[in-house]
C-alpha cells in the first residue's frame, strides 16, 4: 500500500510559475510509476503527466507539453511537478497517482493509489 500526500499549490497570477510536490509513504516507492492528474470543477479528472519507475521516461498531455515538467527523486520517495507559463485553464486540483503497473497510462482508473489533492488557482 502506498499513501500520497501533495503540496506546493496555491494561487499564482497567469504567467507564474509553481512546483507541486507529492511524498509517499513505504519502501517500494520506486516500484510504482507515478502520474499527475488534474480536476477543474464539473469536469472529469484529466492527465497531466507520467513518469516511469526510473524517471527515464516522461508523458506528457498536449496542453502542458513544454510548460510542465515531472520528475521523481526515489531516494526522497518524492514526485514532482514543475509548472511554468501558467494560464487560468490550469487552475484545477492536482492530484498524484500511483500505479504499480510499468506502463506510462493517462486513464485514471488506471492508477491504484491517489493522493487527497492540492489547489492550484491561476489568477488572470
Known amino acids: 500500500q502506498v499513501q500520497l500526500v501533495e503540496s506546493g499549490g496555491g494561487l499564482v497570477q497567469a504567467g507564474g510559475s509553481l512546483r507541486l510536490s507529492c511524498a509517499a509513504s513505504g519502501r517500494t516507492f520506486s516500484s510504482y510509476t507515478m502520474g499527475w492528474f488534474h480536476q477543474a470543477p464539473g469536469k472529469e479528472r484529466e492527465f497531466v503527466a507520467a513518469i516511469s519507475r526510473s524517471g527515464g521516461n516522461t508523458y506528457y498531455a498536449d496542453s502542458v507539453k513544454g510548460r510542465f515538467t515531472i520528475s521523481r527523486d526515489n531516494a526522497k520517495n518524492t514526485v514532482y511537478l514543475q509548472m511554468n507559463s501558467l494560464k487560468p485553464e490550469d487552475t484545477a486540483v492536482y492530484y498524484c497517482?500511483?500505479?504499480?503497473?510499468?506502463?506510462?497510462?493517462?486513464?485514471?482508473?488506471?492508477?491504484?493509489?491517489w493522493g487527497q489533492g492540492t489547489q492550484v488557482t491561476v489568477s488572470s
Open positions: 497517482a500511483a500505479d504499480a503497473s510499468n506502463i506510462l497510462r493517462r486513464i485514471a482508473y488506471e492508477y491504484d493509489y
